[in-house]
């Protein structure tokens, strides 16, 4: 688990076009018209258990807020280091998140799921907002969130 | 210069400070509201295991229960894959209603917090506060220069109108403003990173857990052990995740509780830094101190009011100061005008002064005194008018003058004449000007004219002035200021009781009404209109009819009597009073009223010593009329002859027969017995006495000699009592209307 870990910390972060079997693949976070402040949301890896494999992005820039995202915040244990440089502003309501991640060849099709956790302030932090496996299949089909997102969709490039 | 840190931030930030601060009293009041809908149980009447397990019992998908500072509780759960959340109640663990944060709060809150314009706004907020934290502590620095002193704080201020509520409102607030503004700015200083901000991350997540069978949560060791009243949050583990554990939030810190085991595991007091976060933030907000919210609430209800009225105050300073054409360079110049003034009054006087002496050919130089040059080449005549601030201390426009005197040099010929303005009811009347006469003596200056003291604005003090120093200047001067006429009101003459006729002493009461403007009149014109609202004591400013400055008369009327009454002794050789003795019944006169709430009865029922002599009696019959809860009030009175000046005789009759007067005591100078006012009171020295011991108010009116006479009676009546009359002026239990 460990040595997975860094495998992935290494595709997302470095993202060296030199990995052969890197792949691209972009992330589309809509969030629904919810009332409220900017949302922080993370999106990151997780086994077919649901345990923590590595971050992919996190939205929303004060670290105090994190332990919000709790699923991610367990998984992740707030390591700076899990998340360093994969950190970007936090999403207003109704607005989409999109970004875009050289992610290596193995982690698609291996029973990897992508997890989506997303908080507001003065209202509830919602764990596991979106579950989606990380299939070839599953490419470009919009899965609906249970919580602030309103749909979020992975594109194999 | 602190009046300069009062005003800038005050006028700059005026039309913000009152959004910020109508927007935080509405806010203010969600804690209470809050309070008032939330359950909550008695300590040691629900544990958290208990709480959760009941809520689990209603919310199989229970995710998260939170206790708000207010002691709501809600209940963030999943059901069919959807996320709810709702208000339980705590005791029961049933649902109330669906939670949801207000809309209305949340957008007043976004306005209160940065305007509705995300972190541009804050920033600007953020200023703001910072702006307020320098008018609270600007403005009670100027409150206590004003009233001489932080003993004097708390004391009965004077003045009227704008300044009066600007100072009692800010009086009242300005702890709650400055407690809201520090914290906000604190706050925000925190949120732009100028500030560190203690955040905790909070314990980390453990690194073994049991990885057992799950135990329902009621049997869990470690929620057993907290009591509802230090909860704060409780974050169930993942469904199914045999490795996740529950993550418990109390008042003393975090931790996480196995789901198997129920074993507390990694438990993290809460940081001394995080704990006085969370005050800082309940002192802004409120949250959990309903009470203080409240407070803080109607504080910042003030602002408003307080901004209008510091606008207001700032506006009229404005108008009053100004511009002086002709003023002779300060070379050239052969006489002076120095200027002490804190609001800017003496200034009109300084400029009537200035014309008046340009008239008659003098090059004059005019400036404030803080502008002291070295010296004057030129100049042989030095006029200083200043006012006195507080407690005996110089006014803005001198506060440097004594500094520069040091540096002075003036002519052989250079004569100088002091005019001190102030209030002759304050315990230091005009000091300054006198420190100031006196230091211009020592310098070597010889005296044009010896040192003299306005009370109030008198104009017609102003005008006698400049006669005297005409004579000393050997030219004619007529010095006719009348500061900022009023806008006057036509009233009708609808009754008078003439007295004191049969010895040469006519006195008498007139009774005017607001005259009916008729037809067309009535319709267009819009300053001519009915008078403001007005009581006992206030006083009617006649315009004499060659248009003289006014005159003033106590009024012994309120507006609700339906009439405004005065009491007018004709003066020999008197211009205003002659003219009002001479009105018939249906005479105008032009008149306006001055406020004076300085001088009023105290409420509550205490004995209220009324004191007059001659036509002072009027405003003291007002305030007797107007005491129609019956509180003890006693007059004492004194006139000349009981057969011809006793005014008020009847309506005191009546009075004394139901009871809104106590007792009524008259002395008649020119009767056998041969008795003043003064000598009535020696009479009843026990009584006073005793009545002065369980905090009576005296009240007195009438001439200045009387006023003096009957001071020294009372300070003698007060020795026994370890008091004197300066004592109970200071806690506005003596009052004076002199004229």
Not at chain 1, 62 to 89: I, M, Q, V
Not at chain 2, 190 to 199: N, Y
Not at chain 2, 556 to 564: C, I, L, N, Y
Not at chain 2, 601 to 618: Q, S, V, Y
Request: glycine share 10%; charged share 20%.
């Amino acid at each position: 688990m460990k040595k997975n870990l860094c495998a992935l910390g290494l595709a997302i972060a470095v993202a060296i076009p030199a990995f052969a079997q890197a792949r691209e693949v972009a992330f589309t976070t809509e969030l629904q018209n919810y009332r409220g402040d900017g949302a922080y949301v993370v999106l990151y890896l997780t086994d077919a258990s649901g345990t923590y494999q590595g971050t992919l992005w996190v939205a929303g820039e004060k670290s105090k807020y994190y332990k919000h995202l709790s699923g991610w915040a367990r998984g992740s244990r707030l390591d700076p280091a899990e998340y360093d440089g994969l950190t970007g502003a936090s999403v207003t309501s109704g607005r989409t998140l999109k970004i875009t991640l050289n992610l290596e060849d193995s982690l698609i099709d291996s029973g990897y799921e992508v997890r989506v956790d997303s908080a507001v302030e003065d209202m509830r932090d919602i764990r596991a907002d979106v579950v989606a496996p990380l299939t070839t299949e599953g490419s470009g089909k919009p899965v609906s969130g249970r919580g602030y997102v309103s749909s979020f969709t992975y594109d194999l490039q | 210069m602190l009046r300069k840190f009062h005003r800038l931030p005050g006028l700059m930030a005026g039309l913000f400070l009152i959004v910020l601060s109508v927007t935080g009293a509405v806010l203010a009041l969600a804690p209470t509201l809050d309070r008032v809908s939330a359950v909550i149980p008695a300590f040691g009447e629900v544990s958290v295991a208990e709480l959760a397990d009941r809520v689990v019992t209603h919310y199989p998908g229970t995710e998260q229960i939170v206790r708000e500072p207010s002691g709501k509780v809600i209940v963030y759960y999943s059901r069919d894959g959807q996320a709810g959340a709702d208000l339980v109640n705590p005791v029961t663990g049933e649902g109330i209603a669906p939670y949801e944060s207000s809309a209305f709060f949340g957008w007043v809150k976004d306005l209160h917090r940065a305007f509705m314009l995300d972190d541009a706004g804050r920033a600007l907020a953020g200023v703001l506060a910072a702006f307020m934290v320098l008018l609270c502590i600007s403005g009670i620095l100027l409150l206590a220069r004003r009233t001489g002193g932080w003993r004097n704080l708390l004391r009965p201020l004077s003045g009227s109108g704008s300044k009066r509520i600007h100072a009692e409102l800010a009086r009242f607030a300005v702890l709650g403003l400055l407690l809201s503004a520090l914290t906000g700015s604190y706050l925000s200083a925190q949120r732009f990173g100028f500030l560190p901000e203690a955040s905790e991350i909070g314990p980390t997540f453990p690194a073994e857990v049991s990885g057992g069978q799950p135990a329902p949560v009621g049997t869990l060791k470690a929620l057993g052990n907290v009591d509802f009243g230090e909860f704060r949050e409780l974050v169930f583990p993942y469904p199914g995740d045999s490795q996740d554990v529950y993550s418990l939030t109390t008042r003393g810190g975090s931790g996480f509780v196995d789901q198997a085991t129920g074993e507390l595991l990694q438990y993290q007091p809460r940081s001394d830094g995080s704990v006085v976060q969370q005050w800082i933030v309940s002192l802004h907000t409120g949250e959990g101190l309903w009470w203080l919210s409240l407070i803080l609430g109607a504080a910042a209800l003030t602002v408003p009011v307080l901004s209008m009225t510091g606008g207001i105050i700032w506006w009229q300073r404005r108008r009053s100061s100004g511009q002086l054409p002709d003023n002779a360079d300060a070379s050239q110049a052969d006489t002076l005008i120095l200027v002490g003034s804190e609001g800017n009054a003496t200034w009109g006087f300084a400029r009537e002064l200035h014309s008046s002496l340009n008239k008659a050919g003098f090059r004059v130089h005019c400036s404030e005194m803080n502008a002291l040059a070295n010296q004057y080449p030129q100049a042989s005549r030095l006029f200083v008018l200043t006012s006195t601030y507080g407690d005996g201390d110089a006014p803005a426009s001198a506060q440097q003058f004594m500094a520069r005197l040091g540096n002075f040099r003036p002519g052989k010929a250079l004569t100088f004449a002091v005019l001190g303005f102030g209030d002759r009811q304050f315990p230091n009347f005009c000091k300054f000007a006198v420190e100031v006469d006196a230091a211009l003596a020592n310098k070597g200056l010889g005296r044009l004219h010896g040192l003299e003291k306005i009370d109030r604005c008198a104009a017609a003090q102003f005008s006698e002035w400049g006669e005297s120093i005409s004579k000393d200047i050997g030219v004619p001067l007529t010095l006719d200021y009348n500061p900022l006429p009023p806008a006057t009101v036509e009233l009708e003459l609808v009754e008078r009781a003439d007295y004191g006729l049969a010895i040469q002493a006519p006195t008498s009461i007139l009774r005017f009404k607001a005259a009916e403007q008729g037809g067309w009149t009535k319709v267009f014109s819009g300053n001519h209109k009915t008078l403001p609202s007005f009581e006992a004591g206030d006083l009617l400013g006649v315009m004499p009819p060659n248009g003289q400055a006014p005159r003033f008369y106590s009024l012994a009327s309120s507006a609700t009597d339906g009439v405004v009454e005065i009491c007018v002794r004709k003066q020999p050789g008197g211009l205003c009073s002659g003219y009002l003795h001479a009105l018939r019944l249906g005479d105008r006169i032009e008149g306006f009223v001055r406020q004076n709430p300085e001088f009023r009865p105290a409420k509550g029922n205490l004995p209220i010593i009324l004191i007059g002599a001659g036509a002072g009696i009027g405003p003291l019959a007002g305030f007797i009329r107007k005491n129609t809860s019956r509180n003890p009030m006693y007059l004492y009175w004194g006139g000349r002859d009981s057969r011809s000046d006793f005014l008020y005789q009847p309506e005191l009759g009546d009075y004394l027969d139901d009871l809104r007067l106590t007792g009524l005591n008259t002395a008649f100078s020119r009767s056998d017995e041969r008795a003043y006012v003064q000598d009535k009171l020696r009479q009843d020295q026990m009584a006073l006495r005793q009545m002065a011991s369980k905090g009576a108010q005296f009240l007195v009116c009438g001439g200045r000699d009387m006023a003096a006479g009957v001071r020294q009676v009372i300070d003698d009546i007060l020795k026994p009592l370890n008091t004197d009359v300066e004592s109970l002026k200071k806690q506005g239990r003596y009052l004076e209307d002199i004229y």
